[in-house]
């Protein structure tokens, strides 16, 4: 740890270096019909070998039918901001939400 | 809101052990007389079984000390699917004379072993295992493909689970094979050399003998698969722009148990605790 | 990790603004034990603490692998030599998750692998141990990985989030762990004299040090108040230690074998499991880098290591060329 990235909010990315291989984010389906779902992240030096290190990684136990690689820096995340502005917006529109309708409650197939 | 941290139902951590076949049902079926190989069938599971069980036992030293942590459970992976092959072949070749995978693995001498020298080669550096492999890769993979064919239903069953791995262990090699030699002068260097040192074991796997004869459909004949290696090997070569090492075979013999210098002491290893308890359980 | 998409850069003044908002928040969500995610703000020091942490577990799965891997070749039944082999390629899953969870905080494998070849980082002292039989894997299996799995199970509660989630995956891969040793040592116990024996000979070598897994005395232990006020550690190393006590006596049972504590007692008074003190200053030697197999443990692993770079640094090397061609095509 360095002592640049005191008290700092994001996060430092690792060194570059000469032979080390970038970082691959993770992404497995576990069955077919459902989401590909974050499983963890490994090192690889290119996209197939990234592959099929996940399949010997993530998938030794039938965890999977389909599998996701990606860069871990082509990831654009949400500002990970203490206030939380950027997901405000869904907060208080209940109405969004089907137990927002109490007047229906007890209709049959509704 | 709460993040559900530790979510044991989180699907993408799922396990669940599959249903593919498995050395014990074989186990099982042998002992319950439920299949029960002919002598010659026997014999030709115990090349098989052997070729794994060897190549197993080699790959399975690379756990802890592989190039990078990633590559530890890639190699771990190729060598529990071949000790699965291996344990298969060995349980289905023991019921033809009532022993066990285990009775076979550990209590035969060294001339009872019916490996190809190719599998009891040293691993060297990582170049020559991947050299290994490759060609290992590039002659089991149509192999088990026939045997799928095979008039024994044993034999086609055994052959249909594993082709599926070996499939997987081709793109590994193969993967590697390209890297290594497009990789770095270095890298170049020692693939080309765990090349020229893995060559000479090539002519034994192809080598046809009376028992291959005698099997019929029951077997394949390994002359028959030599032409589809050298396209497989040439499609890959050329890509990494190596050539085929002109070395000259090696006098081989495994077949007939003659084995290498090697063997010994790799059968001695893998032997030594079971044969200090003979009869004990484990 | 990801990028943080954000604007411009920030001065100081917003700076400290942006932290005095980060450390409220930080509170607030350890407050209702709810999860750290990568990118919120966090202190400085629960940000080195969890790297310490998380890195020191990742070498001990990673170093622990060698006592295992050193029976996989010897195996005395293919069943046995299966499931080893898959056990100890799972310790190798297990490193590589939590170094990945170690890297959402700024340190990059490399590095921590570069102060593990160099001696400068620690883990677990039992691996430190030499195995010279084959029960010492049912030992390791049972009491070992038992150990561990009392540790993990309520680090699955971690306030940090990718910690927590590592740890998820880790404990499921472990189930089979304990079992399997257990059950080495059960066909060991029920088998010839020798092999009973040979089974006692490791329980009694590996109960010690096995129980100082869970670390120092709680009055001896500085990082773990902190540690349990973050919400990373659940329970103190004394209260663990007791519940593992507790199972280990009823489970030799089974076994038919014996612990090597006469002391071992339930007290009404606490609720917990005593048992004999336990030797901390050869703990503390081993810890020190003086035990039976620190230098062969950290050689191992630092020839594999640089045995390695030409293969790792080939296949960056073809990486680019590959990108480069690849590049060519596009433009053309
Ligand atoms: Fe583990
Ligand atoms: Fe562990
Ligand atoms: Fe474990």
Redesign the interface.
């Known amino acids: ?1 360095n002592e640049q ?3 700092s ?7 570059p ?5 970038p ?1 691959w984010e993770v ?2 389906r ?2 077919r019909g ?1 989401s ?11 996209a ?2 990234a592959l ?2 996940a399949r ?3 998938t ?5 039918v389909s599998i996701w690689v990606v860069p ?2 082509a ?6 901001d ?2 939380g502005a950027f997901f405000e917006s869904p907060q208080g529109k209940d109405y969004r939400h089907a137990t927002y309708y109490t007047k229906s409650e007890g209709v049959k197939h509704l | 809101m709460t993040q559900s941290v530790g979510d044991s139902s ?9 249903n593919a076949l498995r050395p014990e049902d074989i186990a099982q079926a042998t002992r319950q007389g439920a299949a029960k190989a002919s002598e010659d069938v026997a014999e030709y599971a115990l090349r098989l079984g052997d070729d794994a069980l060897i190549l197993a036992q080699r790959l399975s030293h690379w756990i802890s000390r592989a190039p ?1 942590l ?1 590559e530890d ?2 190699l771990g ?1 190729i060598a529990l699917d071949q000790l699965g092959h291996a344990r298969s072949f060995l349980s289905y070749a023991g019921s033809a004379w009532g022993k066990s995978e285990d009775d076979l693995a550990y209590f035969r001498r060294e001339p009872e072993f019916r490996s190809a020298h190719l599998f009891e080669q040293p691993n060297g550096d990582f170049a020559a295992t991947i050299a290994r492999q490759f060609i290992v890769a590039n002659y089991q993979f149509p192999l088990y493909r026939e045997l799928t064919r095979s008039s024994d239903p044993m034999l086609a069953a055994i052959a249909a689970k594993a082709v599926k791995e070996v499939d997987y262990h081709l ?2 090699s193969t ?1 590697w094979v390209l ?1 290594l030699a497009g990789g770095t002068q270095e890298s170049r260097r020692r693939i080309i050399a765990g090349f020229k040192l893995m060559w000479p074991c090539v002519g034994e796997l192809f080598e046809d003998d009376e028992l291959t004869a005698r099997l019929g459909d029951a077997g394949v004949v390994p002359s028959s698969l030599r032409a589809e290696f050298d396209r497989g090997v040439a499609d890959v070569f050329t890509e990494a722009e190596l050539d085929v090492p002109a070395s000259p075979p090696a006098t081989g013999g495994g077949r007939h148990g003659r084995h290498s210098e090697h063997m010994g002491y790799l059968l001695a290893e893998m032997q030594v605790l079971a044969r200090e308890f003979p009869g004990a359980s484990w | ?6 604007s411009g850069g920030v001065s100081t003044h917003e700076q400290s603004e ?2 005095a ?2 450390a ?2 930080f509170d607030a969500i350890i407050a209702r034990d709810s999860r750290i ?5 966090m ?2 020091a629960y ?2 603490s969890l ?1 310490r942490q998380i890195s020191q577990h990742a070498h001990s799965e990673i170093i622990g692998m060698q006592p295992e891997a050193n029976w996989i070749t010897r195996a005395p039944s293919l069943k046995r030599k299966s499931i080893l082999m898959a056990k100890v ?2 310790e190798a ?1 297990h490193g ?2 939590l170094y ?1 969870a170690a ?9 921590m692998m570069d102060a593990l070849v160099a001696g400068k980082a620690r883990y677990s002292s039992i691996f430190n141990y030499p195995t010279p039989t084959w029960a010492d894997m049912g030992a390791i299996g049972w009491m070992v990985d038992g150990a561990a799995i009392c540790n993990q199970v309520p680090l699955c509660r971690a306030s940090y989030g990718p910690y927590g ?2 740890m998820v ?1 880790v404990c499921k ?1 472990e189930s089979f762990h304990q079992r399997q040793g257990f059950e080495i040592l059960l066909e060991l116990a029920n088998g010839t004299p020798e092999q009973k024996e040979m089974a006692q000979d490791a329980v009694n070598r590996w109960y010690a040090p096995s129980l100082m897994m869970f670390g120092p005395p709680d009055d001896d232990s500085p990082n773990s108040k902190q540690s349990m006020a973050w919400n990373i550690k659940r329970f103190s190393n004394d209260e663990l230690r007791s519940r593992f006590v507790g199972m280990m006596v009823e489970q030799v049972k089974v076994l038919g074998l014996t612990l090597p504590d006469t002391q071992i007692r339930f007290n009404e008074a606490t609720k917990k499991w005593d048992h004999a003190p336990l030797d901390w200053e050869e703990f503390k030697e081993v810890l020190a880098g003086r035990g039976p197999c620190n230098a062969q443990r950290l050689e191992r692993r630092r020839s594999a290591h640089e045995e390695g ?1 030409w293969v ?2 080939a ?2 090397a ?2 680019e060329k ?2 480069a061609k690849n590049a060519q095509k596009v433009a053309a």
């Open positions: 740890m990235d005191k008290a909010s994001t996060t430092p990315a690792p060194e270096g000469a032979h080390r291989w970082l992404f497995v576990s069955n459902l590909h779902v974050h499983a963890g992240s490994l090192h690889a030096p290119d197939s070998m099929r290190n010997d990684l993530y030794r136990r039938n965890e999977g871990a820096d990831i654009a995340a949400s500002d990970p203490a206030k | 989180a699907s993408a951590t799922r396990i669940t052990p599959g990078e990633e459970v890639a992976n793109d590994h993967q890297r | 990790m990801a990028q943080n998409v954000q942006l932290d908002a980060g409220e928040n995610e990568p990118r919120d703000w202190p400085e940000r080195r790297v390629q799972d899953g590589l998750y990945s890297e959402t905080l700024g340190t990059s494998r490399d590095e989630r590592a995956r891969e770079a790792r640094e296949a960056t073809y990486a590959q990108a």
